[in-house]
């Protein structure tokens, strides 16, 4: 059922996460085309600014579905009842808090904004703000399907509520050309997709009161107060990192180059998306299969999961250094396209952050957020600084070397070490030699297709794309394999695909009567 339940989710989130993917790239064609980068550059500010404050959630969610894993398997309703009028109380507050700092934010806009020429900057805001706090007052049940490894039953309620916002948001663009009533219908569209999600939650679980007044036992209380502390640093320093680059970028350059830069950040981070619902979908069956294993187990699982992670971050990475340009050139022109150098810090931020997603995925399975509490907040710091002083001298690549700095200084070598001392009682070496080995192979094959597309050089066009992707998803897979086909990560993904396609074709085969 574990296993069933995980291949369910990877799917279903894949399956969501594409379709995000198309329809965003569709309406967010629209909104350049009609509203301009100025106002792409003020969306991507002000998203950032919500983020950060954001921080007031504290990573309660994480504790909350790391706590429900056993509670659920044993049938404890008493326990998921008291963790459930926790986490809604917890949220609540969150969301009054949110709502309240936003508000206190609202004078000192202008230090972020330079030479805007829009209308309604100040509505703008607080339509983001209010889409942003509402969330905290209407979504807390879904922390409860998810941690039951079910969440793949939400499919339908999101696809048709995804569908219908993106159409109606491309429709007010087209026929009044406003960001408020975009941002309305986002607002109205979200809010009823809660409501049915929160029906249907409601009706699964008949058992669980979402009404109850349960208090948690001392000792519950006492790990998740415990927990929150340690991922309160880890939070902080998250958003910090993630959140401060358009800040940065927008307070020393301007903010057309927000614009700019989002173009390459939504790309990104859809990617990262996509790649981390399948990390997300397996976490939940992963917890319930780390309360019985030990820590040899562990690794044998982890080591499959971060081979995984490698192939996946290591190809969009490579894609998007040799194709990114050329992918925005076709999109929406030349003019929203950065030099080689700036892509490639880019690109080398996004796998330096996909280093992190398999350990993370271990982490909060297994609850593990004491020991490197201070990691991220450390990291998040050091880069803030570097940023602003090698912004000042030179500009969005100094902003941006800045991040990659301060991954390889802190987070790369040192969580791994510890996940591996403390979880799987193990040496780290092997990881830190494995990793360095994966980079000496991405850059071969980098090379190799770099020289491999500009001997082709087909002019720029949609086929002359789709053969270059062609030709580095070849030479990837043929260097990887002469690299890794004695590995035990490679022969067991391997024979997990040639089992599955034979499962597939047996049942395509079998007799109708069976």
Do not use: H
């Not at 309660?60 to 459930?84: Q, R």
């Not at 680059?245 to 950040?265: A, E, K, Q, T």
């Not at 990617?271 to 397996?282: D, G, K, Q």
């Not at 034979?502 to 109708?512: C, L, Q, W």
């Amino acid at each position: 059922m574990r296993t069933k339940n995980s291949i369910y989710n990877v799917f279903s989130n894949l399956f969501i996460v594409l379709f995000q993917t198309i329809m965003l790239f569709v309406v967010r064609t629209f909104f350049i085309k009609i509203l301009g980068e100025e106002n792409l550059g003020l969306s991507g500010l002000f998203t950032n600014i919500l983020n950060i404050l954001s921080v007031t959630e504290l990573g309660i969610g994480t504790i909350i579905s790391f706590s429900l894993y056993k509670p659920l398997s044993e049938k404890d309703t008493k326990k998921i009842n008291a963790l459930m009028n926790f986490y809604k109380k917890f949220y609540y507050l969150a969301g009054i808090i949110i709502t309240v700092l936003g508000i206190l934010i609202i004078p000192f806009l202008p230090l972020f904004i330079k030479n805007y020429s829009g209308d309604n900057v100040y509505i703008i805001y607080l339509l983001y703000l209010i889409n942003t706090a509402f969330i905290y007052f209407v979504a807390y049940k879904e922390i409860l399907i998810l941690s039951d490894q079910k969440n793949y039953k939400l499919t339908n309620i999101n696809f048709f509520f995804m569908l219908a916002m993106y159409l109606l948001q491309i429709f007010v663009l087209v026929k009044f050309k406003s960001f408020v009533l975009y941002l309305v219908v986002q607002f109205i569209i979200t809010l009823l997709q809660k409501i049915f999600i929160n029906i249907y939650i409601t009706k699964s679980y008949p058992k669980v009161d979402f009404k109850s007044k349960n208090k948690l036992d001392k000792k519950t209380l006492k790990e998740i107060k415990d927990n929150l502390k340690c991922l309160f640093f880890n939070k902080v320093g998250e958003l910090l990192i993630f959140c401060t680059d358009n800040l940065l970028i927008s307070s020393l350059v301007n903010l057309v180059s927000v614009g700019i830069y989002s173009n390459y950040s939504s790309i990104i981070t859809i990617t990262r998306t996509l790649i981390n619902s399948i990390y997300t979908a397996v976490t939940a069956s992963f917890g319930d299969f780390a309360l019985k294993a030990d820590g040899e187990s562990k690794k044998v699982i982890f080591e499959i999961m971060d081979f995984v992670r490698f192939l996946l971050y290591g190809i969009c990475t490579i894609g998007f250094f040799l194709l990114i340009n050329y992918f925005i050139t076709l999109w929406i022109g030349k003019d929203y396209v950065f030099n080689a150098v700036i892509t490639f810090i880019i690109c080398l931020n996004f796998y330096l952050m996909g280093t992190q997603v398999s350990l993370d995925v271990i982490k909060q399975a297994i609850g593990f957020f004491k020991k490197d509490r201070f990691i991220t907040l450390i990291q998040a710091v050091f880069n803030l600084v570097l940023s602003i002083i090698l912004g000042l001298k030179y500009g969005i690549i100094g902003i941006l070397i800045a991040t990659s700095i301060s991954y390889i200084i802190l987070p790369c070598w040192n969580k791994p070490y510890l996940i591996y001392k403390y979880i799987f009682n193990s040496s780290v070496k092997k990881y830190y030699v494995r990793e360095l080995l994966n980079i000496i192979v991405l850059v071969i094959i980098g090379v190799i297709s770099y020289y491999a597309i500009g001997m082709i050089n087909i002019p720029i066009s949609i086929i002359g794309f789709i053969v270059d992707i062609i030709i580095v998803i070849l030479i990837f897979t043929i260097i990887i394999s002469i690299f890794y086909f004695k590995t035990k990560e490679y022969k067991f993904l391997l024979n997990f695909v040639i089992e599955r396609v034979k499962g597939i074709m047996n049942r395509k085969g079998a007799p109708a009567n069976e």
